[in-house]
């Protein structure tokens, strides 16, 4: 390959609580991967503090961009474009990245590529899968997404199946809180989970009138959170572990069962899972297995990628690069994207 068809993208995110930069060639390839996460700062306040994430990111916008060059062995010359999460997302948080791409495009005149944060987390299964081209199914579970897409092409996106109510990263992150166990509470439970019992309680698994491939995890959510009123009022001990390991299976299932028959039912031997809970230990482990049942193949991040990052971003930004999407510098933080607007 020529120098000439090597395309490196400078990737910024800050949707959330984590700043992150990352410099990637070709879409797949990822020379660098920075990520500042102010978790540590948002566990004081049991959740995201808006204001507070967007102080932060820009305290750390520049040192994560400048580290994540220094690692990648390059400068702001070698960069072909810059990508850039605009949405959805916090607004403050998203402003910062957004204000920092079209600063670093402007001054050294190169293209600007919005990303969709969601179009993001489902690249990372590029990353480390150089064989995976679209079409294929992919469960996106995010902290504020869950849904069931068909991946048509690069960027292009059949939404099957969506939450009616939470999302399961937000489904975990408010059972956590009620046992204690803190913020975030999805690798808080998944390690609680490790010890426990998933059969140890019963909890309901909802099932959503209308399409079989949407979610709900509110019925569900309210069930663990009456338990552990009924526990306190009536003072009996709950065992965590056991209470964890339940709630997840019951979650896990909910996830999995619906992926796997959504694959079966649209015709598609390849499965991919995406976003934070994708990192979950009990999802991967049930979906390899029931995946490797039904004769799909099972593509997932590694668990670093499945969170937030930039090196996503980069890979997304990479093929909408490719197809010629391009922003003005009228690029503005949209909190609340759609999955395939542009
Ligand atoms: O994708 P992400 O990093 O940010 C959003 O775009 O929302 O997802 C964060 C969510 C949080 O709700 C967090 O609790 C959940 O992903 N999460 C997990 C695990 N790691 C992160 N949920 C279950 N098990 C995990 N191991
Ligand atoms: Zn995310």
Redesign the pocket.
Known sequence: MSSHDEVFILAIESS?DETAAAVVKNGRQVLSNVISSQIDLHTLFGGVVPEIASRKHIEKINPVITQALKDAGMTLDDITAIGVTYGPGLVGALLVGVAEAKAIAYAKKKPLVGVH?IEG?ISANYIENPDLEPPFVCLVV???HTHLVIVKDYGVFEIIGRTRDDAA??A??KVARAVGLGY????K??QAAHGGNPHALEFPRAKVAGNPYDFSFSGLKSAVLNTINHAKMTGETIVVADLAASFQNAVVEALSDRAVHAAKEYGYDRLAIA???A???ALRERLQSECKKAGIRFYRPSPILC??NAAMIGAAAYYEYQKGTRHGWDLNAIPNLKLGER
């Open positions: 959330c944060h987390h995010s902290g504020g990263g937000e975990f992150d975030p509470g999805g690798p439970i998944d976003g934070g809970v990192s979950n230990t969170t937030d």
